[in-house]
């Protein structure tokens, strides 16, 4: 009888638990499941922070804030920078533009405020 693949039965169900592969259990890394939850939590992060930035803009221009707006807008221009900055394998200008998004999406906020 020939001898299945490390982790799978005579089925083809795989199953990390058997007793006879646990030296091959390590191997197997991460991708056995494939959870990637990495790209669901970016997409989050976007779909919020669009909503944010977006409800920035949009209470600016109801109150008639022209510099709130504009810092709104100043903060999405930066993280959409560090977006692409990001894709691009630069942490330190996208840690820059997230640092100067976020000041500009606080200083928004503060003219709404005050």
Not at 14 to 34: C, H, I, K, Q, R
Not at 81 to 103: C, E, H, K, M, W
Request: no cysteine; hydrophobic share 55%; proline share 4%.
């Amino acid at each position: 009888m020939m001898r299945e693949p490390a982790g799978q039965d005579e089925y083809g169900s795989t199953n990390p638990f058997d007793p006879d592969e646990f030296s091959t259990l390590n191997t197997m890394g991460p991708a056995v499941g494939s959870n990637d939850f990495e790209k669901y939590a970016v997409a989050v992060i976007i779909v919020f922070g669009a909503l944010i930035i977006g409800g920035l803009m949009a209470a600016a221009m109801a109150f008639g804030h022209r510099n709130g707006f504009l810092f709104a807008l100043g903060g999405a221009t930066a993280a959409w920078i560090s977006g692409n900055a990001l894709l691009l394998d630069r942490p330190r200008i996208y840690a820059l533009f997230v640092g100067i998004a976020a000041l500009m999406l606080v200083a928004s906020t503060l003219t709404l405020v005050l």
